[in-house]
């Protein structure tokens, strides 16, 4: 079955940075659209950043320049450098597969930029 495991989440200070891990299993990663969304209290859960196959980036227009979506095939891994951190950027952060029989979420890791 699909399984998402999200890692990296803290608290850190408005400026700094973090990088979040998604490590995946059960589906064919390398050319499957990977995706990462946050939520933050009282908001809809948005897209921040997707990427298919390593490819086909895009990036949230609020993320643009600070945030980086990477993969490692051979780690089935999909990544989220976050730089320049933003009180604003605090949320839950989810990791997201869509396969061809579904779209499947991680348990989240949270985010908090404060001083």
């Known amino acids: 079955q699909v399984q998402l495991a999200e890692s990296g989440g803290g608290l850190v200070q408005p400026g700094g940075s973090l990088r979040l891990s998604c490590a995946a299993s059960?589906?064919?990663?390398?050319?499957?659209?990977m995706s990462w969304y946050r939520q933050a209290p009282g908001k809809e859960r948005e897209l921040v950043a997707s990427?298919?196959?390593?490819?086909?980036?895009s990036y949230a227009d609020s993320v643009k320049g600070r945030f980086t979506i990477s993969t490692d095939n051979a780690k089935n891994t999909v990544y989220l450098q976050m730089n320049s951190l933003k009180p604003e950027d605090t949320a839950v952060y989810y990791c997201g597969a869509r396969v061809w029989y579904g779209s499947f979420w991680g348990q989240g890791t949270q985010v908090t930029v404060s001083s």
């Open positions: 990427t298919v196959g390593g490819g086909g980036i």
């Open positions: 059960g589906f064919t990663f390398s050319n499957s659209a």
